[in-house]
């Protein structure tokens, strides 16, 4: 009989920022050593947008971070500890003012690093991860934010 999966909802962003009128992405690397988006638990009562918004700032150091928009929202499975996770993760796009970030290694954050969009795509560790960052620069691209 399997098992039924303890669903875990997160929320993380794709973190951009312009410089000489082009996006850089940021990454991050985990305690794992992959590489992806800044993301985590939802706090009871949170909002979305507003877990994503703090998770990029523990995470990364950054600060000056404004909401563009969702993004997409992806889930996969996974087993910690003998337990199956279904794991739901909501991502933003969120821009940066700023390019100094401060990795979180308490949490296994190792390192950061701001990257144009074809070099994100090629160090993203997982596929879903790599379709999140497709849309996101879609939508980079196609609404100049009020700056």
Not at 25 to 30: M, N, P, T, V
Not at 63 to 87: M, N
Request: aromatic share 10%; net charge negative; glycine share 10%.
């Amino acid at each position: 009989m399997a098992s039924k999966a303890t669903q875990e909802t997160s929320a993380g962003g794709v973190v951009f920022r312009l410089e000489g009128g082009r996006p850089l992405f940021l990454l991050i690397r985990d305690s794992y050593r992959n590489w992806g988006f800044p993301k985590g638990h939802v706090e009871p009562g949170e909002p979305l947008d507003q877990a994503a918004l703090r998770e990029v700032g523990e995470e990364t150091g950054l600060a000056g971070l404004t909401l563009r928009g969702e993004v997409e929202t992806i889930d996969w499975y996974f087993r910690f500890r003998g337990r199956l996770i279904h794991k739901v993760c909501h991502f933003f796009l969120i821009e940066s003012a700023g390019a100094n970030t401060n990795p979180q290694r308490e949490e296994g954050i190792t390192a950061c690093l701001w990257l144009p969009f074809d070099e994100a795509l090629a160090m993203i560790s997982y596929a879903n991860a790599r379709t999140v960052l497709g849309r996101a620069a879609a939508m980079v691209s196609a609404t100049p934010a009020e700056r």
